[in-house]
């Protein structure tokens, strides 16, 4: 079974950018057919998609989310990335990275605040 | 895009059986995954692809799907069963390929 490790700051200041890592391990992210997925939850709420890597190069972002994110592969690391630009207080949020549907990190939460 | 619609709140006694639905126009011509959430942890897979159950996931939970509604079957509810249920499916043909449910509570009486 694969594991993944979310990693990145906690706190975030409004109009920055929110950086994650999500590793892998127990399996390789340049196995082609799985989907490298960012999905957040904000505090009391349900599950939002955010995006996801396929085969390492082809991306498909939240339409409400798109122009913000950039989901990356460094396959040397067995790692993929999550990059959200200008954030705000909407942003905070517990962000879970998953090879969808199967395997899911146990989420990080950032918040967004000064 | 393609919206998915669960019950805010579903409640069962001990030992009856839960179900769980999930609208969506046409959903039976899509595969939906079901995921259970208990209070500060991850979500985790319980039935991919409609019926399908992973390894660990006992035969307790069930799913099928057909026409507008798929559904998610809990026999013999546990107290343990207590958590947020997610449905999910894939929408290739849209520019939101990947769709959640809101979410049911299921509260164990």
């Known amino acids: 079974q694969v594991q993944l490790q979310e990693s990145g700051p906690g706190l975030v200041k409004p109009s920055q950018t929110l950086a994650l890592t999500c590793t892998v391990s127990?399996?390789?992210?340049?196995?082609?057919?799985?989907?490298w997925s960012w999905i957040r939850q904000h505090p009391g709420k349900g599950l939002e998609w955010i995006g996801y890597?396929?085969?390492?190069?082809?991306?498909y972002y939240n339409p409400s989310l798109k122009s913000r994110v950039i989901i990356s592969v460094d396959m040397s690391k067995n790692q993929f990335s999550l990059r959200l630009s200008s954030v705000t207080a909407a942003d905070t949020a517990v962000y879970y990275c998953?090879?969808?549907?199967?395997?899911w990190g146990q989420g990080t939460l950032v918040t967004v605040s000064s | 895009s393609y919206v998915l619609t669960q019950p805010p709140s579903v409640s069962v006694a001990p030992g009856e059986t839960a179900r769980v639905t999930c609208g969506g126009d046409n959903i039976g011509s899509k595969g939906v995954h079901w995921y259970q959430q208990k209070p500060g942890q991850a979500p985790i897979l319980l039935i991919y692809?409609?019926?399908d159950r992973p390894s660990g996931i006992p035969e307790r939970f069930s799913g099928f799907n057909s026409g507008d509604t798929a559904t998610l079957t809990i026999s013999r509810v546990e107290a343990g069963d207590e958590a947020d249920y997610y449905c999910q499916v894939w929408d290739r043909n849209g520019g939101h390929p990947v769709v959640f449910g809101g979410g049911t509570k299921l509260t164990v009486l």
């Open positions: 692809y409609d019926s």
């Open positions: 998953a090879r969808l549907p199967h395997d």
């Open positions: 890597i396929y085969y390492g190069v082809s991306t």
């Open positions: 127990g399996g390789s992210i340049s196995t082609g057919g799985s989907y």
